[in-house]
């Protein structure tokens, strides 16, 4: 039995970094779902694939989309491999985000996402971030968090993560973008972002990374 704690919430309620955080404590597996659709809209872009001529390209999907992560260091983003390069940054920029919400709303993407998701199913464990891990990917999972965070907070930290990486952004457009994120996940047909019924809730707007964790070890 492989126990897999998931770790579900908007953009920028601090995800990434707790599910970082609890997979390098446990020496467990890392499910970055959010980066898989980031990667995979990317893969269709560089390889002009589209909704229309998804289908016919399967065999190429199949063969060819295999991303891996490296929980990597604290304070860094959780880092993304795909056919042996590090496309982090790439894949970690606003506009990227908004192309993978748009796909990411497509039941044919989410249905061939789905299986690469539930590959990360490995021992030790799995830590698993992203908008429908406990309600749908790992619905019978053992341990659920959904964690929240006031707009203005998340937009505070996207901003930070986004200087971090050498990108300037304009505070206004964050949240305009970061709202309009949220509005199509959460309002979509497929797999919304809803919290799962029993899945604990952290809002993390007043806590430290640390203690989010310590949150979460009490309720474990
Ligand atoms: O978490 P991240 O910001 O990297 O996710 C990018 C986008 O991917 C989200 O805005 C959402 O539209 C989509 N996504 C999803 N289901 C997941 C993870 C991400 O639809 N499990």
């Excluded at 709303?105 to 690469?116: D, H, N, S, W, Y």
């Excluded at 930070?160 to 457009?173: A, D, E, H, I, S």
């Amino acid at each position: 039995m492989i126990t897999v704690i998931t770790i579900d919430g908007p953009s920028g309620a601090g995800k990434g970094t707790i599910a970082q955080m609890l997979a390098l404590e446990l020496d467990w597996n890392i499910l970055d779902s959010g980066a898989l659709y980031r990667t995979l809209a990317y893969f269709m872009k560089e390889n002009n694939i589209n909704l229309d001529n998804f289908e016919e390209n399967q065999n190429l999907l199949k063969e060819r989309f295999k991303v891996s992560f490296d929980p990597g260091t604290p304070g860094e983003p959780v880092k993304v491999l795909f056919e042996n390069e590090d496309i982090t940054s790439i894949v970690r920029t606003e506009e990227m985000a908004k192309l993978t919400s748009t796909l990411a709303a497509e039941p044919v993407i989410r249905e061939f996402i789905k299986p690469c998701q539930r590959d990360f199913m490995q021992l030790p464990g799995l830590i698993a971030d992203g908008r429908d891990m406990g309600t749908v990917i790992f619905s019978d999972a053992k341990h659920k968090i959904f964690l929240t965070a006031s707009l203005e907070e998340r937009a505070k930290r996207r901003q930070t993560q986004l200087k971090r990486q050498g990108l300037k952004v304009n505070m206004r457009t964050l949240l305009h973008e970061l709202e309009e994120r949220d509005r199509k996940d959460t309002e979509r047909e497929h797999s919304p972002l809803v919290p799962a019924e029993d899945s604990v809730l952290i809002d993390t707007s007043n806590l430290k990374p640390e203690g989010v964790v310590k949150e979460i070890k009490t309720y474990l």
